[in-house]
């Protein structure tokens, strides 16, 4: 009796073991789920949040580009639903898998992605702790980066059908300066790069630095680069202080890391920036990741403009026609 309960058990655990390997959850919004991926070489796992594109389940063999970015649960829902709009539509936007980077599991977003989103220990002097009390950690991009690398990304193309050779990187403020990071030292693990508002000011500008000394070891870059910026996010004065009121010129800051680029003449390299006038550093988001969005996955463009045949119906070629009323 004894026996036959212990292998009753363990059958039912052998024919359970896959749905307990796999970890993926519904997540609330259209076609989406959670995903929880161990790091063991960082000690911790993180979440990702995973939009998958219209016909993905009845298109088996078809393969689609990916479009990762940062801070997934402020940005998840913008994202997957701006991407169902425009394409819907008729904008024309490319299929795609949207793949959100959260943050470590048990930590909170402002702990997570300062450590993880900055390239040096040199962060915040008014960042003394965390809530928790604990001090606060910086520098961990280049580990955070090997981690996607050699960790999330195969996971990820193992269980979805993503072209690794199709692969959009978008992130705002510490996640456009990981960006910035990751282009400066392996620029080929994205093939295209939307930066909105990168906070370049970091560590005395570290990555207008970073840029000179990768120009003087590399004959290319191989990137297509967005830059994109809200007008307000400047000073009318900066200084050379990195935790003054320079900090704050990020116009200034954009702008001097796309000349520097572009005076490179990399022959894989294409750079592209865009300032959006009475917008600061949370409101360029939106627009921002419309332009981002058009830019990284523009597909076939917008369809042919089919004149309304509906009696009444303004028609372009008369611009001075009144509208219908709907109530007539």
Not at 36 to 56: A, C, D, H, K, W
Not at 86 to 107: C, K, M, N, P, T
Not at 283 to 298: C, D, E, I, T
Request: net charge neutral; with cysteine.
């Amino acid at each position: 009796m004894v026996r036959r309960a212990l292998a009753t058990f363990f059958l039912m655990l052998l024919l359970a073991w896959p749905a307990m390997a796999d970890n993926a959850r519904p997540y609330p919004l259209w076609n989406s789920e959670r995903l929880q991926i161990e790091s063991p070489s960082l000690g911790r796992s993180y979440e990702f949040l995973v939009t998958l594109p219209p016909g993905y389940a009845a298109n088996p063999d078809r393969r689609y580009p990916v479009l990762y970015y940062t801070d997934a649960p402020q940005s998840v829902a913008l994202l997957a639903g701006m991407v169902r709009r425009l394409r819907d539509g008729g904008q024309g936007l490319e299929d795609a898998i949207l793949v959100g980077l959260s943050y470590a599991v048990g930590e909170s977003g402002e702990t997570s992605r300062r450590r993880d989103y900055t390239p040096t220990t040199h962060g915040d002097i008014d960042a003394r702790s965390n809530m928790a009390g604990r001090a606060v950690v910086y520098g961990g991009a280049e580990a955070y980066r090997l981690h996607l690398l050699n960790e999330a990304f195969p996971e990820l193309e193992r269980r979805y059908r993503i072209d690794p050779a199709r692969r959009t990187y978008l992130g705002h403020s510490y996640g456009g300066l990981f960006g910035a990071h990751v282009l400066l030292t392996a620029p080929e693990m994205f093939r295209q790069y939307v930066l909105i508002s990168p906070s370049l000011w970091y560590d005395r500008r570290l990555m207008l630095a970073r840029e000179r000394g990768y120009a003087m070891r590399h004959k290319d870059l191989p990137a297509r680069l967005l830059l994109l910026i809200g007008g307000d996010e400047t000073v009318p004065d900066p200084d050379s202080e990195p935790h003054g009121r320079a900090r704050f010129a990020m116009v200034e800051d954009m702008a001097e890391l796309a000349r520097n680029l572009a005076s490179r003449h990399y022959p894989g390299l294409s750079v592209e920036q865009r300032v959006f006038p009475g917008e600061n550093h949370a409101s360029v988001y939106v627009p921002a990741a419309n332009a981002g969005l058009r830019w990284a996955l523009p597909g076939s463009g917008r369809p042919p403009h089919i004149p309304c045949e509906v009696p009444g119906c303004r028609l372009p070629f008369q611009p001075h026609q009144p509208p219908v009323s709907a109530f007539n």
